[in-house]
C-alpha cells in the first residue's frame, strides 16, 4: 500500500489546521468536554495536528489518568495508515511488557463515528514536552554534553528495541518525535499541578432520529451527577498521589464546566503536532516567535519566563525521554514508501533514491545530537530558482 509521507509536500507551519479539512473524509470536529467510547475518555483540551489527524488530552474516566487521544481523518487510505500504524504499535507494546524500551505505549485504540465519516482513534500514555520545545527553552544554544548523552542513550535503548528485537524502522526521527516523561515547567503539568478537570458536555441538544431532541448527555454516553462526582474524587486522590498535598473538600468540587464554543479552554493550542506534524520550516528568528504557543503532548501554551528561571528548570528537569509518531513506521520486510524523513534529517541513501533500512533512523539519531548539543539543525537546504530543497540536500552529499 502506498502512503503519503508527510513532510513531502511544503511544511505545515499554520498554528491551526485548515477548517476546510473539516469535511466529509477529513478531520473531526471535537470541542472541550466532548466524550469518546461511551464516556470513557473526556477531552480537556488541544494538544496539537498534523495531516493525518488532531490530538487532544483527555481524561480516562475509567482508570483516572491523563492520555492522549489522537483522532484520524476518516477518508479509507487515512484509515488504512491507522490500521498499520496500530499494528506496530501494538507490536511494540506486546514486547514492552516492563515498560523499559523508552517507547511509547498505546493503551487503547477504537473507531468513532461522526458527521465527516468514521474515524479511527488511538489512545496513548500523556507524556511531556519534545526534544525541541527543550532546544528552545536554552535560546538555541545547546545543552550541556551531560544532558545530552543522558538524552541520547534513551533515544538508543528505543532504536535497538525498534530494530533488533522488532525490525522495525521509525523513518521520522526528529526532536519533534522524541517526547520527555514530564514537562519542563511540572506547574504546567496537569497531573501534578491540580488542574481542575473538565467534565463532559451536558447542555448540547441534538435531534434523534425520531425527530425529537436529545441532551448529548444520553447520546454520547456521558456520565450521571453520580459518576461525576465519583470521578472528582478520583481525579482528586490522583492529584494527591502526584503532589503529595492535601486538597480541600472545596477544592474537590471546583471543577471547570466546558466552554462551549471553540477547542480551546485557555489553552492555545500547538505549533507543533504531538504525532503526525511535519518538520517546520521556521527560522530561528521565527520559531522563538511562536514559542508561546508550541506544544508537545501535555506542553500547554505559557511563556517561557525569564532565562534565570529556564535556567532552574532545565537543571532540574527530568531527561527520561519515549520515542513516539509511528504514523510513518515500517518493517524491515515490508516498507510503504520510499519518501520517509523529514527533509533536514533524511539520510544519503534517502536522498539518492536507494535501498534504506535501519541505518536511516541513526543517520536521524546524529543530527539530533548535533542538534541538542548546538542548538542548530546540520542540515538546512534551502530552494533557489532553479533547483529545489532536495536537490540542495544531495549537492551536500558531493
Given at each position: 500500500?502506498?502512503?503519503?509521507?508527510?513532510?513531502?509536500?511544503?511544511?505545515?507551519?499554520?498554528?491551526?489546521?485548515?477548517?476546510?479539512?473539516?469535511?466529509?473524509?477529513?478531520?473531526?470536529?471535537?470541542?472541550?468536554?466532548?466524550?469518546?467510547?461511551?464516556?470513557?475518555?473526556?477531552?480537556?483540551?488541544?494538544?496539537?495536528?498534523?495531516?493525518?489527524?488532531?490530538?487532544?488530552?483527555?481524561?480516562?474516566?475509567?482508570?483516572?489518568?491523563?492520555?492522549?487521544?489522537?483522532?484520524?481523518?476518516?477518508?479509507?487510505?487515512?484509515?488504512?495508515?491507522?490500521?498499520?500504524?496500530?499494528?506496530?504499535?501494538?507490536?511494540?507494546?506486546?514486547?514492552?511488557?516492563?515498560?523499559?524500551?523508552?517507547?511509547?505505549?498505546?493503551?487503547?485504540?477504537?473507531?468513532?463515528?461522526?458527521?465527516?465519516?468514521?474515524?479511527?482513534?488511538?489512545?496513548?500514555?500523556?507524556?511531556?514536552?519534545?526534544?525541541?520545545?527543550?532546544?528552545?527553552?536554552?535560546?538555541?544554544?545547546?545543552?550541556?554534553?551531560?544532558?545530552?548523552?543522558?538524552?541520547?542513550?534513551?533515544?538508543?535503548?528505543?532504536?535497538?528495541?525498534?530494530?533488533?528485537?522488532?525490525?522495525?524502522?521509525?523513518?521520522?526521527?526528529?526532536?519533534?518525535?522524541?517526547?520527555?516523561?514530564?514537562?519542563?515547567?511540572?506547574?504546567?503539568?496537569?497531573?501534578?499541578?491540580?488542574?481542575?478537570?473538565?467534565?463532559?458536555?451536558?447542555?448540547?441538544?441534538?435531534?434523534?432520529?425520531?425527530?425529537?431532541?436529545?441532551?448529548?448527555?444520553?447520546?454520547?454516553?456521558?456520565?450521571?451527577?453520580?459518576?461525576?462526582?465519583?470521578?472528582?474524587?478520583?481525579?482528586?486522590?490522583?492529584?494527591?498521589?502526584?503532589?503529595?498535598?492535601?486538597?480541600?473538600?472545596?477544592?474537590?468540587?471546583?471543577?471547570?464546566?466546558?466552554?462551549?464554543?471553540?477547542?480551546?479552554?485557555?489553552?492555545?493550542?500547538?505549533?507543533?503536532?504531538?504525532?503526525?506534524?511535519?518538520?517546520?520550516?521556521?527560522?530561528?528568528?521565527?520559531?522563538?516567535?511562536?514559542?508561546?504557543?508550541?506544544?508537545?503532548?501535555?506542553?500547554?501554551?505559557?511563556?517561557?519566563?525569564?532565562?534565570?528561571?529556564?535556567?532552574?528548570?532545565?537543571?532540574?528537569?527530568?531527561?527520561?525521554?519515549?520515542?513516539?509518531?509511528?504514523?510513518?513506521?515500517?518493517?524491515?520486510?515490508?516498507?510503504?514508501?520510499?519518501?520517509?524523513?523529514?527533509?533536514?534529517?533524511?539520510?544519503?541513501?534517502?536522498?539518492?533514491?536507494?535501498?534504506?533500512?535501519?541505518?536511516?533512523?541513526?543517520?536521524?539519531?546524529?543530527?539530533?545530537?548535533?542538534?541538542?548539543?548546538?542548538?542548530?539543525?546540520?542540515?538546512?537546504?534551502h530552494s533557489g530558482d532553479k533547483y529545489d530543497r532536495d536537490e540542495v540536500s544531495e549537492l551536500v552529499l558531493y
Open positions: 500500500m502506498e502512503r503519503r509521507k508527510e513532510g513531502s509536500d511544503d511544511d505545515y507551519t499554520s498554528e491551526e489546521e485548515g477548517s476546510e479539512d473539516y469535511r466529509r473524509g477529513g478531520y473531526h470536529a471535537v470541542r472541550v468536554g466532548d466524550t469518546f467510547k461511551n464516556g470513557c475518555y473526556v477531552v480537556q483540551s488541544k494538544l496539537g495536528w498534523g495531516h493525518f489527524s488532531t490530538v487532544w488530552l483527555a481524561w480516562d474516566t475509567l482508570k483516572s489518568r491523563y492520555v492522549a487521544l489522537k483522532i484520524q481523518k476518516s477518508a479509507q487510505h487515512y484509515t488504512e495508515a491507522a490500521m498499520d500504524e496500530i499494528k506496530i504499535l501494538k507490536q511494540i507494546a506486546e514486547g514492552d511488557p516492563d515498560d523499559k524500551k523508552c517507547v511509547v505505549k498505546l493503551l487503547d485504540h477504537f473507531k468513532h463515528s461522526g458527521p465527516n465519516g468514521q474515524h479511527v482513534c488511538m489512545v496513548f500514555e500523556f507524556l511531556g514536552d519534545n526534544l525541541l520545545t527543550l532546544i528552545k527553552y536554552n535560546d538555541y544554544r545547546g545543552i550541556p554534553l551531560p544532558m545530552v548523552k543522558e538524552i541520547c542513550l534513551h533515544i538508543l535503548v528505543g532504536l535497538d528495541y525498534l530494530h533488533r528485537e522488532l525490525s522495525i524502522i521509525h523513518t521520522d526521527l526528529k526532536p519533534e518525535n522524541v517526547l520527555l516523561l514530564s514537562l519542563i515547567d511540572t506547574s504546567k503539568d496537569p497531573r501534578k499541578s491540580g488542574a481542575p478537570l473538565i467534565l463532559p458536555n451536558t447542555n448540547d441538544k441534538s435531534v434523534s432520529n425520531n425527530g425529537t431532541t436529545q441532551d448529548n448527555k444520553t447520546l454520547n454516553g456521558d456520565l450521571t451527577k453520580n459518576q461525576k462526582k465519583k470521578m472528582r474524587r478520583k481525579a482528586k486522590k490522583a492529584a494527591q498521589g502526584c503532589t503529595g498535598k492535601e486538597s480541600s473538600e472545596e477544592a474537590e468540587e471546583d471543577y471547570k464546566e466546558p466552554e462551549q464554543e471553540g477547542c480551546s479552554n485557555g489553552v492555545k493550542s500547538s505549533v507543533e503536532s504531538v504525532e503526525d506534524k511535519p518538520g517546520s520550516s521556521l527560522s530561528k528568528d521565527e520559531s522563538t516567535k511562536t514559542f508561546e504557543n508550541d506544544v508537545s503532548q501535555g506542553s500547554h501554551g505559557h511563556r517561557r519566563g525569564s532565562r534565570s528561571m529556564r535556567k532552574k528548570l532545565l537543571a532540574s528537569v527530568d531527561l527520561k525521554c519515549k520515542l513516539v509518531d509511528f504514523g510513518n513506521a515500517c518493517w524491515t520486510y515490508k516498507q510503504f514508501t520510499n519518501d520517509i524523513q523529514t527533509r533536514q534529517y533524511r539520510c544519503p541513501e534517502v536522498l539518492l533514491g536507494s535501498k534504506y533500512s535501519t541505518p536511516a533512523d541513526l543517520w536521524s539519531f546524529a543530527c539530533i545530537c548535533f542538534e541538542l548539543a548546538t542548538g542548530d539543525v546540520l542540515f538546512d537546504p
